[in-house]
């Protein structure tokens, strides 16, 4: 999560023995969850969590052994620091993968998929159910579920109510991408700026917070010289030009959020976790990405974290840890989760609860069905975020044309 100080063999069950423990009753939105059972007695699960900040961590342990008893399992819950998808990837070589992990749906899901070291979660019955297209894919590698999604990623603008005060300007959200220039222009003081937005790749900051920008243009990530990725890099160039954002920009990363909750900056682009952030010294809203053109829709990036089950030769262990799995995915854990965590729930139900208990959190919540997975480009992203990051920089403090910027960043 940026809020931290920052895809073997399956192993079919056997047709008795194991039958009633793996009867799903519900536990899980519209799907069944274990019943109650003695079918996993005995059986010892390690789930691994990368996530390390509180509440987060805590709610994870609680919910994993209280979803343990409820199974006749045992299980440790372990969150690991460091190098997380290191750590997966040398588990998964020496075949001492968690029986349950947390494993992003960017990267690490599909590596490990592609490596046969995940369990398919969809012959114990798991379905992506009462998710939104765009988040029920993020658990699949290869048309093959070896993820359940529990939790998204998204991005809205954030603004300071006080600063629209002073300035005189009304809450309302700008519809174009020449209204949000405007509209940061107006906000822009002596002491604050409009608008303040990371600027740097180091800490992969840039390219999370210009891709809504890019695919609210009608923009292809894959196309860095199409007209969409041409149009986002001038609203960052305009941005600069008429003096609402920052040249010194380009030296941040997501400690860029610091400008706007010190009051530095009107508007940012930020997380989910924000709306959760208990420390922000005023009142603040949140408001849709805006689109290049009046009358088009926007649209944002999506980043997912799914739970996932090791491939196991041990057959009564593979289904214990899927229904644990489907158990921890309850509605009422992925509400919990987000209300207390600032996470965007995976089911659509909990994502309405989750609205209805913070409003704010309307814009993410929106924006998720229809959203762009940059994963789909596989190791292409790689290369393509660093050329866009690039571009921003050329154009904005270089003093070159968007289109010059891209063109130079993608060699084309």
């Known amino acids: 999560m940026a809020s931290t100080a920052q895809r073997l063999r399956r192993v079919a069950l056997p047709a008795a023995g194991l039958t009633a423990a793996l009867a799903l009753t519900a536990c899980?939105?519209?799907?069944?969850?274990?019943a109650a059972t003695d079918g996993f007695d005995g059986v010892k699960l390690t789930v691994w969590n990368s996530i390390d900040f509180e509440p987060y961590q805590g709610l994870q342990k609680q919910y994993f052994e209280s979803c343990a008893a409820d199974l006749g399992i045992t299980v440790d819950v372990e969150t690991q620091s460091g190098d997380y998808t290191t750590k997966l990837l040398q588990a998964a070589g020496a075949k001492s993968l968690p029986d349950v992990a947390l494993l992003s749906t960017d990267t690490q899901l599909p590596q490990l998929a592609s490596q046969g070291v995940?369990?398919?979660?969809?012959?114990?019955?798991?379905?992506?159910?009462?998710?939104?297209?765009?988040?029920?894919?993020?658990?699949t590698y290869q048309d093959t579920l070896y993820g359940l999604p529990v939790q998204v990623e998204d991005y809205a603008i954030f603004y300071n109510k006080a600063a629209f005060a002073a300035a005189g300007v009304s809450e309302t959200a700008p519809k174009t991408f020449d209204d949000l220039v405007k509209l940061a222009g107006s906000l822009t003081t002596a002491d604050q700026k409009g608008i303040v937005l990371p600027g740097i790749a180091g800490d992969g900051s840039t390219p999370v917070y210009f891709l809504p920008f890019l695919l609210s243009a009608g923009g292809d990530p894959a196309d860095p010289t199409g007209a969409g990725s041409v149009a986002a890099v001038d609203l960052y160039k305009n941005l600069v030009a008429n003096g609402s954002l920052s040249s010194e920009f380009v030296n941040w990363g997501w400690d860029s959020i610091d400008q706007w909750t010190s009051q530095k900056a009107a508007l940012t682009v930020s997380g989910p976790w924000n709306l959760v952030d208990t420390s922000i010294p005023f009142e603040w809203g949140t408001f849709p990405f805006p689109t290049a053109k009046a009358g088009e829709s926007s649209k944002v990036n999506l980043l997912g974290y799914v739970y996932g089950a090791a491939a196991n030769s041990d057959a009564k262990k593979e289904a214990a840890a899927a229904a644990l799995i489907k158990c921890r995915a309850s509605e009422e854990n992925q509400i919990d989760t987000a209300v207390q965590g600032g996470y965007i729930p995976a089911l659509k139900t909990a994502q309405d609860a989750f609205v209805e208990k913070v409003p704010s959190a309307a814009p993410f919540v929106d924006a998720v069905d229809g959203a762009y997975n940059s994963a789909q480009l596989g190791t292409e992203w790689n290369t393509l975020q660093q050329q866009y990051v690039d571009a921003i920089q050329a154009a904005t403090v270089g003093g070159q044309t968007a289109q010059a910027a891209l063109e130079q960043a993608s060699g084309k």
Do not use: E, F, N, R
Not at 118 to 135: E, M, P
């Open 28 to 34: 899980s939105g519209g799907q069944a969850a274990p």
């Open 118 to 139: 995940l369990a398919d979660l969809g012959q114990y019955q798991i379905t992506t159910d009462g998710l939104a297209d765009s988040v029920a894919g993020l658990g």
